[in-house]
């Protein structure tokens, strides 16, 4: 079964006081990556949340987006920075009495108070119930990009499929050849050997040129490639059954394949096998394309 990398999920948890929504999107990586956007309040839960989305994502960047709204009815708590506001007096208190503009502590209080960091508003507290919702939501958001990546997943296991279907037979019509492939071989070895033959003026020259036409066969023969070539195409086969991703596993065994092809194009020298192959790359670039794009 296949699950592709790219998806998108969205929940929102509602409370009496307020909502949580989570937003997730996945792309395409080759490892797991991860983005948060999260309010201050939420920011301590980025590893639980983290995790709670490795349940459902593996592979692939996923980019999560929390929303927190409030309906009103919490207190809010303000904060004085003292030790700035001291720091600011003595500036106050060294400056000559012309120099203000003002007379009088009104002034000095109002641009006291009014200078950037000395009055804050208070952290909020993360509250269970909030962080309970917070998890909720991502954990739903999670589940829905899992579907929607699995409902995708299976589209393109559609098509590796039937990508795979055309493999099997263009590996058939390699394997139908080779025979003859193996009796023409044969054939251009003995008339080579027969040519060679009246040539060899002593018995050591007829022994190497016996082990040279022999090692030759064995560079021309193409039947290894063909079986490994099947048993890589069995393990794609395989590989689509599987409850676990199995985007890298299917990457590897198309290199495999592609390599099987290069070497079976390479010995055979032929031109009938040269046009298979050449079809069955195309086909393999295909499903190389639609494995880029699975977990």
């Known amino acids: 079964m296949l699950f592709s990398m790219t998806g998108y999920g969205e929940a929102t948890i509602r409370r009496a006081t307020f909502s949580v929504r989570a937003e997730i999107r996945s792309y395409n990586h080759?490892?797991?990556?991860?983005s948060a956007r999260l309010p201050a309040v939420l920011a301590p839960l980025e590893d639980r949340l983290r995790e709670v989305v490795r349940q459902f994502v593996r592979r692939g960047r996923v980019e999560i987006s929390?929303?927190?709204?409030?309906?009103?009815?919490?207190?809010r708590k303000l904060y004085i920075d003292w030790p700035l506001v001291e720091a600011l007096l003595r500036v106050v208190r060294?400056?000559?009495?012309?120099?203000?503009?003002v007379p009088g502590n009104d002034w000095v209080w109002s641009w006291?108070?009014?200078?950037?960091?000395?009055?804050n508003?208070?952290?909020?507290e993360l509250v269970p119930e909030l962080a309970q919702a917070a998890e909720e939501a991502t954990g739903k958001a999670a589940e829905a990009l899992h579907s929607?990546?699995?409902?995708?997943?299976?589209?393109l296991e559609e098509e590796v499929r039937l990508h795979l279907q055309r493999l099997r037979k263009l590996h058939q019509a390699l394997a139908d050849r080779e025979p003859e492939l193996t009796k023409a071989y044969r054939e251009r070895l003995e008339k080579r050997w027969e040519e060679l033959r009246p040539q060899a003026v002593t018995p050591e020259f007829l022994s190497a040129a016996a082990r040279e036409l022999v090692m030759l066969g064995e560079r021309l023969d193409i039947r290894e490639e063909i079986v490994r070539l099947g048993v890589h195409l069995a393990a794609m086969e395989e590989a689509?059954?599987?409850?676990?991703?199995?985007?890298?596993?299917l990457d590897?065994?198309?290199?495999?394949?592609n390599r099987e092809l290069s070497t079976v194009a390479s010995k055979a020298q032929d031109s009938e096998v040269a046009l298979l192959v050449v079809e069955a790359k195309a086909t393999l670039e295909k499903i190389r394309e639609q494995v880029a794009n699975v977990e």
């Open 112 to 119: 006291i108070l009014g200078f950037p960091g000395v009055v």
């Open 148 to 155: 929607r990546r699995r409902q995708e997943g299976g589209h």
């Open 94 to 101: 060294e400056l000559p009495g012309k120099a203000l503009p």
């Open 30 to 34: 080759r490892g797991f990556d991860w």
């Open 252 to 257: 590897f065994l198309a290199q495999e394949v």
């Open 66 to 75: 929390l929303t927190l709204e409030e309906f009103g009815g919490r207190e």
């Open 240 to 249: 689509l059954n599987l409850e676990e991703p199995v985007g890298r596993r």
């Open 121 to 124: 508003l208070g952290a909020d």
